[in-house]
Nanobody
């Protein structure tokens, strides 16, 4: 079993920044992928960003490329999502995930971008 604990969501004005964190604990594999999905009201969950072991490969949704940066600290089994130049359309619940032999999900953290 793997447990994921997220933090860092909140309310921010358009153009502002937030940093999300997700710490994994439990039966952690040496090779795994972590990342973030988000789900806005009335919309499907979508992949925001992902990063592989050692940070060798990262992927981003087109809508966040150039504004969001995903990183990880393997020593802490933690992944971060730095979100800059936030827009109202970034408003959603953000879910961290861990994927090795199966998927695990965090509880979700609300990000609201509004003036």
């Amino acid at each position: 079993q793997v447990q994921l604990v997220e933090s860092g969501g909140g309310l921010v004005q358009p153009g502002g920044s937030l940093r999300l964190s997700c710490a994994a604990s439990g039966s952690i594999f040496s090779s795994y992928t972590m990342g973030w999905y988000r789900q806005a009201p009335g919309k499907q969950r979508e992949l925001v960003a992902s990063i592989t072991s050692g940070g060798s490969t990262s992927n981003y949704a087109g809508s966040v490329k150039g504004r969001f940066t995903i990183s990880r600290d393997d020593a802490k089994n933690t992944v971060y999502l730095q979100m800059n130049s936030l827009k109202p359309e970034d408003t959603a619940v953000y879910y961290c995930y861990y994927r090795a032999t199966r998927w695990y999900w965090g509880q979700g953290t609300q990000v609201t971008v509004s003036s």
